[in-house]
Structures are given as structure tokens and as C-alpha cells.
């Protein structure tokens, strides 16, 4: 490896305030724990429920089994630097594992939710051949793509920004090892890494939104001609969830990975990133569960049969 000086990196605290510290830390926490719960929730229920074996909610529980392992790359390092304070430290090669993952995992995120909109494409455009064309064998390729995809991207980029030599500062004014705060703590010339940078960004960012526009384009002139006012609403309803989710994902990466680093400001990047670590993983469950009939009714489902499960266990306890 490119290394000169440095074998470890400092993480600038949110605030020098120990209270403050504290307060990041409860809501980080919070975040992280419902999120924890939410996509959990969902993987559970749809493994659980038969009437929810089918494409969409094939890729809505691996949508969420994503965001659990995407989440817990950042979350709990960063909840443990935020308790251990000014001294919170990461290894070059923990450092570069953390990025990997995060890259890896969030990329294959990204292209999943493109994935998503085509499955919602042909389920309106073409209902009656949906399940053949989205056939569980297709569904697994399609996921496993984008795992690949990711995961190639993002062995590629790590190994190249890594053989830089960081000899300079070793403070990382971030929670965790993203790519931009990184590059700017390296000695040497960074144009080839800003380039493979923005490479990946396009290939995981731009081209999967501009296909699930292209996506909802057909889907909106479809929807439009349905003549029932219930299948129209149904429709619209499953593809504004799915759209809620696309426009906080693509837009708070977009906003750090598609524009210049030399416009590239820590402080912005840190705030923006909180959303689309902590929040946006939440919301993501959230939204699913809300705007989805059958999904909330099998939650439901769930919760009586535990309910009813206990209630016996204790009736029999007696």
C-alpha cells in the first residue's frame, strides 16, 4: 500500500460540548435502533407471510435487509466515537473496510431501487405477463446484479484511493470514512481518484434514476388510462412509496458524490450524510408500511397471532 506517515485517522467531534455530545448521541441512537426495528420488521413479515411472496416484496425485504447491514457499516462506530469523544481514532485499514462497505452496500442500494421501478413497470404496463417475466429465478439475478455491481465498484475504488499516501493531517471532519473527507487528506494527486469517483457516482446514481424516471414515465401514461378510480389510486399509492424513498436516497448522495470536491464542505457533507445514514433508513419501512394496504395488513396479522400466542402460554401458565 501507498502509505507514507500516517497508520491512523482522527474523527473531529460534533461538538466540543460533552452535552452536545450526548444529544447527538440519544438521536443517533434512536434513529438507529427504529431503523434496526423497521427494516427488521419487514424482512420478517415478508419471509413469514405467503400472501406477500411475490416480486415486489421480494425486493422490498432485500431493499431492507440492505438498509440493516448499510446502517449498522456507519451507526455503531460512530455511536462509539461520539461516547469516546476527542480521542475517537480508526486504523488506515479499518478506515478502508468501512468505506468498501459502505460504498459496496450503498451502491447496490441504489441500483436495487432502480430495479424496484422496472418490477412496478411491468406489474403495470404488462399485468398479465408479470409473473412470467418477473419469474423467481430473474427476481434473485436481478439482485444478486446489483450486489455484484457494488461490490466490484467498490473493491476498485477502495484499493485505488487507498494506495494514496495520506502523510499530512489525520483529522477526518466526519463521523465516518467517506470518500470525499478521505481524498482530502491525501499528500498526493487525486484527479485520477475524483474521476473514478464520479465514474461510480454515475453508474450507480445517475443511470439507474434516469432509468426509474423513464420507469414512471410509462408507469404515469399507463395509470392514466386505467378507467377504475380504486385501480388508479392502488397504482399511484405503490409508486409514490417507492418514489418517496428514490427522491431522499439519490438526492442526499447526489448532493455529495455528483459535484466538484474542490465545492466539497465538510460541515455540509456531515449534516447531509446524517440523513441519508440515520434517517433515511428509517423513513424507508416507514413509508413502505404506511402507504401499503397489504403490507400493514399483515403486520397486523402478525401482531394478533402474537398476541394470541401469548394469551394462551399465560392461560395455560395458570
Known sequence: MGYENQTEFHFHPFSALPETQLVIFLFFLFFYVLSLCGNAAVVLIVRADHSLHN????????????????????APPALANLLSGKNATISLNGCGTQMFFFVFLGGADCVLLAIMAYDRYVAICHPLSYLVIMNKTVCTCLVAASLLLGFLLSLQLTILIFRLPFCGSNEIKHFFCDIPVILKLACGDTHIHQAAL???SVIVLTIPFLLI??????????????????????????????????????????????????????????????????????????IYSMR????????????????????????LGH
Open 213 to 286: 424516471c423513464i420507469s414512471y414515465v410509462f408507469i404515469v401514461v399507463a395509470i392514466l388510462q386505467i378507467h377504475s378510480t380504486k385501480g388508479c389510486q392502488r397504482a399511484f399509492s405503490t409508486c409514490s412509496s417507492h418514489l418517496m424513498v428514490v427522491l431522499l436516497q439519490y438526492g442526499c448522495c447526489g448532493l455529495i458524490y455528483l459535484r466538484p470536491n474542490s465545492s466539497y464542505s465538510p460541515e455540509e457533507g456531515r449534516v447531509i450524510s446524517v440523513v441519508y445514514t440515520f434517517v433515511t433508513p428509517l423513513l424507508n419501512p416507514l
Open 55 to 74: 416480486p415486489m416484496y421480494f425486493f422490498l425485504a432485500n431493499l431492507a435487509a440492505l438498509e440493516l447491514c448499510y446502517s449498522s457499516v456507519i
Open 292 to 315: 401499503n394496504k397489504e403490507l400493514k395488513d399483515a403486520l397486523s396479522r402478525a401482531f394478533r397471532r402474537r398476541v394470541l400466542s401469548q394469551t394462551k402460554m399465560i392461560s
Open 198 to 200: 464520479f465514474i461510480v
